[in-house]
């Protein structure tokens, strides 16, 4: 079964550059690791996804080195509303043809004034 | 507004009642699923119905039972309910069953069994 680890929290101030990275020794290796935000009483809300080096959307960056054991979630420039608890989502090896994605635990981001 | 909708948002109930709990999706995705969040805020799939068949069945009480009589529907009904039933239940969508593009998610349901 895939383990995944997040740090617990983090805090950050405006106008920062944030990193969170997700530990993931053992995926499968034909899925995509994919990144999630979650605001409270809300659902999570898809923010970028990638299956090796390097990819950009218009709200981050996400890195995954070639071994695949770990990826980095890059947010440029923090503002407030970024204040929310970021989760990784990667494939279980065991998981079958049909596949079985897991998520990690979340990290907690706060974004301060 | 494309979405994936489930009603209601709120459920309080007595322990031993059934209930349900509905999902609609409008994104013309093949996949749909079924999460629940505990207290610690931690996300676990119950299931996924790719295309009207069961892909994916964790390790869940035969007491949750979905229903899809659509592409577009994916309903879970709860038998017996338990308080330790009690969480928020996210319903989602993707692309495929491998959740390439990213997975849609509900709102929520608050469920809270007394």
């Known amino acids: 079964l895939a383990k995944t680890t997040q740090p617990i929290s983090m805090d950050s101030y405006e106008g920062q550059e944030v990193n969170i990275t997700c530990s993931h020794n053992n995926i499968a290796t034909n899925d995509y690791i994919t990144w999630y935000q979650q605001f409270p009483s809300q659902g999570p809300r898809f923010i970028i996804q990638g299956y090796k080096t390097k990819v950009t959307n218009e709200v981050a960056s996400l890195f995954i080195p070639a071994d695949r054991k770990s990826s980095t979630l890059s947010l440029p420039r923090v503002s407030l509303s970024d204040t929310a608890v970021y989760y990784c989502?990667?494939?279980?090896?065991?998981?079958?043809?049909?596949?079985?994605?897991?998520f990690g635990k979340g990290t907690k981001l706060s974004v301060k004034p | 507004d494309t979405a994936v909708s489930q009603t209601p948002k709120y459920l309080v109930t007595q322990m031993g009642n059934d209930k349900s709990i509905k999902c609609e999706q409008n994104?013309?995705?093949?996949?749909m699923y079924w999460y629940k969040q505990d207290s610690k805020k931690f996300l676990k799939i119950m299931f996924s119905?790719?295309?009207?068949?069961?892909?994916i069945n964790e390790t869940v009480p035969n007491r949750f039972s979905p229903k899809s009589p659509d592409k577009a529907h994916l309903n879970l009904h709860i038998n017996s309910l338990e308080l330790g039933d009690s969480a928020v239940y996210f319903c989602?969508?993707?692309?495929?069953?491998?959740?390439?593009?990213?997975?849609?998610f509900g709102s929520g349901t608050r469920l809270t069994v007394v």
């Open positions: 119905y790719n295309n009207k068949e069961l892909i």
């Open positions: 989502l990667v494939g279980d090896p065991d998981g079958g043809s049909q596949g079985n994605l897991i």
């Open positions: 994104l013309g995705h093949d996949t």
């Open positions: 989602a969508s993707s692309q495929d069953y491998k959740g390439y593009g990213g997975y849609t």
